[in-house]
């Protein structure tokens, strides 16, 4: 049971570049989200997903683009990626989203941008 | 709008002694209440959440919290703390009103002493 994957692990890139952060589950989860964890700012949502198809943004979505055709996958894309992006990324799951349920978290993505 | 507070970036304790990590919260309507941790390099793994019921919630590894709805806090808190507790934790709050939106508090770096 692999539950939630990342990749990369580590990623360095320069700015401007297009970047795309993998995220798979294996529980067919209905919610999908993917964090940002930054020093002095704790886990920031960036997106969610209630479902293959439905997305929405969290309170760091600016630079970010997600999409989610396939219930186990939600890839981040940062468009143009900038240095203020460098941080790490952790995207996570849960059976219903709603607040009674737990998230699940994948391993991390640590993403360096020059 | 929601958020959290964890008014303490480190908290030190000596093994065998009790411990606990602040939290309080801000969110309209009743809140859903989750501890997390997180070692190193690892992604964050659920302790326990706080949804309705007994203010005292039991959690994995020990652990458990109080929900104080007069002082808006949920702390954590174990009666004997072992070395291998050293992590960081975070609190998170979502609040009822049809968001699947999580707010994470900013951390607090629990380091128990031998």
Redesign the interface.
């Known amino acids: 049971d692999a539950g939630?994957t990342q990749s990369p692990r580590y990623k360095i890139t320069e700015t401007g570049r297009q970047v795309t952060l993998m995220c798979h589950q294996t529980w067919s989860h209905s919610?999908m989200?993917w964090?940002r964890q930054d020093l002095?700012?704790?886990?920031?949502?960036i997106y969610?997903s209630?479902a293959a198809d439905i997305t929405d943004k969290?309170?760091v979505s600016d630079g970010y683009v997600v999409s989610r055709s396939k219930t186990e996958n939600f890839p981040l894309t940062l468009e143009s990626a900038t240095r203020s992006q460098t941080s790490v990324y952790?995207c996570?799951s849960s059976d219903s989203?709603?607040?009674?349920d737990?998230?699940?978290?994948?391993?991390?993505t640590r993403l360096t941008v020059l | 709008a929601q958020s959290v507070a964890?008014p303490e970036d480190q908290v030190n304790v000596a093994e065998g002694n009790p411990l606990t990590v602040k939290c309080t919260y801000s969110v309209s309507g009743n809140p859903?209440l989750?501890w997390?941790v997180q070692y190193p390099?690892?992604?964050?793994?659920?302790l326990l959440?706080y949804?309705t019921g007994d203010n005292l919630v039991k959690g994995s590894y020990g652990f458990e919290a109080e929900f104080n709805k007069s002082q808006t806090s949920f702390h954590l808190k174990k009666p004997s703390a072992l070395v291998s507790d050293s992590a960081l934790y975070?609190c998170?709050v979502?609040?009822?009103a049809g968001t699947?939106?999580?707010?994470?508090?900013?951390?607090t770096r629990l380091k128990v002493l031998a």
């Open positions: 939630i919610y989200f964090y002095g700012h704790g886990l920031r949502l969610y209630a969290g309170e952790f996570a989203g709603g607040g009674t737990t998230q699940y978290f994948g391993p991390g | 964890q859903y989750f997390y390099n690892r992604g964050l793994q659920f959440k949804i975070f998170a979502r609040g009822f699947y939106k999580y707010i994470f508090g900013t951390g």
